[in-house]
């Protein structure tokens, strides 16, 4: 049973930094893009960033670009999402994904899922 678990979420204040891990079990995601998507209480569901397979090309979300870096580990099958200089807007439950071909902000190209992690941001 493929299976990813999020973790690294919590409180922490504006200008903060966190840094998620989304491991997975299973099978082996290596050959597959990976991605971050959020959602807040009452608004859908956004893309944040993805990374290829091999790490050669990342794609962000314009609210987050220059301050959160996705990275991943094939060896550890893991995908990282440092976040830096953190606003209140960026709250959210915060969702790996994988399974996707190419680098996409499409959530329903995505097949593999994890339950999500809650990030809260005070201001």
């Known amino acids: 049973q493929a299976q990813l678990v999020e973790s690294g979420g919590g409180l922490v204040q504006a200008g903060g930094s966190l840094r998620l891990s989304c491991a997975g079990s299973?099978?082996?995601?290596?050959?597959?893009?990976m991605g971050w998507f959020r959602q807040a209480p009452g608004k859908e569901r956004e893309f944040v960033a993805a990374?290829?397979?091999?790490?050669?090309?990342?794609r962000y979300a314009d609210s987050v670009k220059g301050r959160f870096t996705i990275s991943r580990d094939n060896a550890k099958n893991t995908v990282y999402l440092q976040m830096n200089s953190l606003k209140p807007e960026d709250a959210a439950v915060y969702s790996c994904a994988t399974g996707a071909q190419g680098l996409s902000i499409w959530s329903g190209e995505y097949r593999y899922w994890g339950q999500g992690t809650q990030v809260t941001v005070s201001s």
């Open positions: 299973g099978r082996t995601f290596t050959y597959y893009t």
């Open positions: 990374i290829t397979w091999n790490g050669s090309s990342r």
